[in-house]
């Protein structure tokens, strides 16, 4: 037995990338596994519609498109930790050039607020959240 502090993460998809989202999940119980005894803390992920005040951290995902920023906004006004995980991949079929804009220009703007961070793929998304963990894990 340990003790352990509990951070609340919620978890967005921002533009509709559910596999990410379930990758997500994966990688946080793989942190937890590996690493909870060792730091004495424990990333537990919180219902889709939870609100900012009932997390700790937000992790976003964004692909082509961009729906639900206010809920990043939110948590980053409310002061929580944020990390934003930005598709690199553009399918030019299924991606609209105003959306593609809108995508970059949230991404600037969150910069300065926020971990921002991209990935091509799965596994360069799941490593790179790792990695983003293993950062803030001195919350």
Known sequence: MFTAQVFKVQMVCLSGIMEETYVAQEAIRKFNQENAERTGKLFLPVAD????????????????????????EEAVKAGKKVLLFFSKYQDPENTIPAEGKAVEAFKKKMESKCVCCEFNGKAIFEASLVKAMEIIENI
């Open 49 to 72: 519609n939870a609100t900012a005040n009932d997390s700790d951290m937000v992790i976003g995902i964004v692909g082509n498109y961009i729906e639900k920023a206010e809920v990043i």
